[in-house]
């Protein structure tokens, strides 16, 4: 069954320090998404991506976050200048094929996460 | 704004008992509703769904039921194992580009 693959499974930063956590999304899938979940605690939304610009954002997703589709099959979120409470494991799940078209009510299948520890 | 409350927080069943998870959502809008189940350092997995023109589903020991008038749906989970010991999250999405909403979860321990 195809998967949703994310690159580190950890990374370990300094304060202030620019970060960027990929993710290679489900082939044929459009829609991309990245949530975090910091420790003990529910899965938050930041921001879902289609056609090749970002749909929807949080208030979490600030001008520290961007997101990119660098290429047909990596999607990337950059954390420019991190925080202590960027710690999180940070989830990337995608949806809808090709050939379901609406994204109605489609299900999201999330990769395994990297966990990012700011030191 | 949106939001989805789940309950309880944790619950604790014996092995061959039902188990029973509760959220209500805030968004009208709402018209999706995923499970999943999240065993330690893992991934979310999806294990069951229902849409808003369905009022419940079925999938072998797990079943979803949804009201939409009082905004409430459930999971329910019968003849547990020990295997299903993991915290569940409920959410809520809609069309609108399809971000899902998730509840605090429940950690659910079953004793052998």
């Known amino acids: 069954e195809p998967e949703v693959t994310q690159t580190p499974s950890h990374q370990v930063t300094q304060m202030g320090q620019e970060v960027i956590l990929r993710c290679v999304p489900i082939?044929?899938?459009?829609?991309f998404y990245w949530y975090r979940q910091i420790l003990g605690q529910k899965v938050e939304f930041l921001v879902s991506?289609?056609?090749?610009?970002?749909?929807?954002k949080s208030e979490i997703f600030d001008d520290q976050f961007s997101v990119e589709r660098p290429d047909g099959s990596n999607f990337t979120l950059k954390i420019r200048s991190t925080k202590l409470e960027d710690s999180a494991m940070y989830f990337c799940?995608?949806?809808?094929?090709?050939?379901?078209?609406?994204?109605?009510?489609?299900?999201?299948?999330f990769g395994d996460g990297t966990r990012l520890s700011i030191l | 704004g949106e939001n989805v409350e789940q309950h309880p927080s944790t619950l604790s069943v014996q092995e061959g008992d039902s188990a029973v998870i509760k959220c209500t959502y805030s968004?009208?809008?709402?018209?999706?509703f995923p499970w999943y189940k999240q065993e330690l350092g893992k991934r979310p997995q999806l294990i069951i769904d229902?849409?808003?023109?369905?009022g419940e589903k079925k999938d072998q020991r797990i079943a979803v039921t949804l009201n939409k008038t009082a905004k409430h749906f459930s999971l329910h989970i019968t003849e547990t194992q020990p295997e299903d010991s993991a915290v569940y999250f409920c959410?809520?999405?809609?069309?609108?580009?399809?971000?899902?909403?998730f509840g605090q979860g429940t950690e659910l321990s079953v004793k052998p």
């Open positions: 991506f289609y056609n090749n610009e970002i749909s929807e």
């Open positions: 959410a809520g999405g809609d069309n609108q580009g399809g971000k899902l909403i």
């Open positions: 229902i849409r808003s023109n369905v």
């Open positions: 968004d009208s809008a709402s018209n999706y």
């Open positions: 799940a995608s949806s809808v094929s090709l050939d379901r078209g609406s994204i109605s009510n489609q299900p999201q299948h």
């Open positions: 082939s044929n899938h459009l829609y």
